[in-house]
C-alpha cells in the first residue's frame, strides 16, 4: 500500500485522515486496527478520516510512523530505530553529483518540481470504482420501462450523491470528466422519473443541470438528451414551438448516437398536432432514415437508447393525431405486441398503455364506444405510468369521447377516471 503514489502524496502532506481512508480502502485496515495500532480513540481516527481533525503533533506522528511500519524519510522524518539501511534507501533517494566534471548537478529545487508532478496523478477514485459507477447507471437505466418510479428516483438519488462525493475528493482531469458524465446520465434518468411523477420543477432543475453538465464536458448525446427532455416537456404542456426549437437544438448537439432518432420522433408529434401532415411524414422519414443506420442495441430496455421497437411508438401517436386511424391502430396493435412477453407480462407498460389509448380514440373514432372505454380502462390501470404522456393522450380521447358521445354515461365515467389521475398529478406538483 505505501508504494501506491495517492498514499505517498498524503503521506509527504502529513495527511494522516487520507493516508486513514486509503489503509482502509487500499489496506483493508480498518480504523479499529489503527486506532489500537496507533493509541488513539476509534471514534477520533474517523473524525481525523472525515478530515474533521488532523495530527499535528511531532510525537504522534513519529508513533504513528511506528505502528504502521512508515518510512520516516516519506514524512519527512529521520529513518526510524527500526528501518534497515536497505528499506531507509527507499524512502526517497539521494542526488549524487554526476562522474562527468563537465555535467551541472540537480538543484534540490528539482525534487519539489517531481513532487509536484507526481501529486497531479494522485487521486482517490480507482479504476474499478468508475466501472462501478458506470455498470450501476446501466442497469437503473435498462430498469426504467418497468421498476416502480419512486423506487427507480430514490436509488437515482442516491446515485447523483454518491458520484458528487467523488467529485469532492482528488481525481485526475479524465477521471474528474468521467464523474461528471456519468452525474450527467444520472440527472437525465432523475429529470425523465421526476416528470413521471409529475414533480415538473423538480423535473425541469435535473434538465437544467444534465444541460450544464454536458456543456461543460463537451458531451454531446448527454446535452442532446438534455435538449430531448425539454422537447417532451413541451409537447405535454402544448408549448409545440418549443418542442420544435429544442429538437434543433439537440440535433446541433449530437448528429451520430440514437438520441437524434427520439429528437425526429418529438418533432413529429409537435407537428401532428399543429396540423402539419407534410412536416410529420418528412421528420418521420428523416427518422426512420437515421435508424435504419444504428446497429440493433445489446439492451433495448435501455432508455437512453433508441430500439427500432419504438419506431412504431412514434408513428403511432403521429398518425392518430393526424386521424389516420387505420394505420395508428396498426402501429398501435404492433405496439402492444412488442410491448408484452409470452405470458402477458407487460414489459413496456407504459408504451403499451398509450397504444391501448390509441386504439380506445380509433374505437371511438369508428362508433364502438364500449370498445374504447374497455381498452382504454385498461391503460389508466397500469402501474407504471408516465403521467404527462398518460394524461395528454387520455385528454384526447376524452374530447374525442365528449365531441361524439356527450351523454353517454361511458363518456362521463371516462373522464372521471381521468380526473382523479390528473388531481393525483396535481398533488404531486404540490398545487
Known amino acids: 500500500m505505501l508504494e501506491r503514489d495517492d498514499v505517498r502524496s498524503a503521506l509527504t502532506a502529513r495527511d494522516f485522515g487520507t493516508v486513514f481512508r486509503l489503509a482502509r480502502k487500499w489496506g483493508g485496515i480498518s480504523y479499529n486496527q489503527i486506532a489500537e495500532a496507533c493509541g488513539i480513540k476509534p471514534e477520533r481516527v474517523g473524525t481525523i478520516a472525515r478530515g474533521d481533525a488532523r495530527i499535528t503533533s511531532l510525537a504522534k506522528i513519529e508513533e504513528i510512523a511506528d505502528a504502521l511500519r512508515i518510512l520516516g524519510g516519506m514524512i519527512g522524518l529521520a529513518p526510524r530505530p527500526w528501518e534497515s539501511p536497505s528499506t531507509s534507501s527507499m524512502a526517497a533517494p539521494a542526488l549524487r553529483p554526476p562522474a562527468t566534471s563537465g555535467m551541472l548537478t540537480p538543484e534540490p529545487a528539482l525534487w519539489e518540481v ?32 418497468y421498476m416502480a418510479a419512486d423506487q427507480l428516483h430514490h436509488q437515482t438519488r442516491a446515485g447523483i450523491r454518491h458520484v458528487t462525493d467523488m467529485l469532492q475528493g482528488r481525481t485526475t482531469l479524465a477521471q474528474h470528466r468521467e464523474l461528471l458524465v456519468s452525474a450527467g446520465w444520472l440527472f437525465l434518468l432523475g429529470g425523465c422519473l421526476e416528470y413521471d411523477m409529475g414533480q415538473r420543477q423538480a423535473a425541469e432543475l435535473s434538465r437544467a443541470a444534465a444541460l450544464r453538465i454536458g456543456q461543460e464536458a463537451g458531451h454531446g448525446e448527454i446535452t442532446a438528451w438534455s435538449w430531448e427532455l425539454g422537447a417532451w ?143 382504454a380502462g385498461r391503460a389508466l390501470q397500469t402501474s407504471r405510468k408516465s403521467l404527462p404522456s398518460l394524461l395528454m393522450v387520455a385528454g384526447e380521447l376524452t374530447d374525442e369521447l365528449e365531441q361524439r358521445y356527450p351523454r353517454e354515461s361511458l363518456s362521463q365515467e371516462f373522464r372521471e377516471q381521468v380526473t382523479h389521475i390528473a388531481a393525483g398529478a396535481q398533488t404531486a406538483l404540490g398545487s
Do not use: N
Open 114 to 145: 517531481a513532487e509536484l508532478a507526481r501529486r497531479t496523478h494522485a487521486t482517490d477514485v480507482g479504476p474499478a470504482d468508475l466501472d462501478t459507477i458506470a455498470e450501476a447507471i446501466d442497469q437503473l437505466c435498462r430498469a426504467y420501462p
Open 233 to 375: 416537456f413541451a409537447l405535454t404542456q402544448g408549448r409545440y414551438a418549443d418542442v420544435i426549437d429544442c429538437v434543433s437544438a439537440g440535433h446541433q448537439s449530437d448528429s451520430t448516437h440514437s438520441i437524434g432518432v427520439q429528437l425526429y420522433a418529438q418533432g413529429a408529434k409537435a407537428y401532428a398536432r399543429m396540423g402539419d401532415a407534410s412536416q410529420v411524414r418528412a421528420t418521420l422519414d428523416a427518422g426512420r432514415a437515421r435508424l435504419e443506420r444504428l446497429p440493433r442495441p445489446e439492451h433495448r430496455e435501455h432508455h437512453f437508447v433508441i430500439d427500432p421497437d419504438k419506431w412504431d411508438f412514434y408513428e403511432m401517436d403521429a398518425y392518430r393525431m393526424l386521424g389516420d386511424d387505420e394505420r395508428a391502430a396498426v402501429h398501435a396493435q404492433e405496439v402492444v405486441r412488442l410491448g408484452t412477453a409470452p405470458d402477458g407480462t407487460e414489459i413496456s407498460p407504459m408504451r403499451v398503455a398509450e397504444a391501448r389509448l390509441t386504439l380506445g380514440v380509433a374505437a371511438a373514432r369508428s362508433g364502438e364506444l364500449e370498445e374504447a372505454v374497455s381498452v
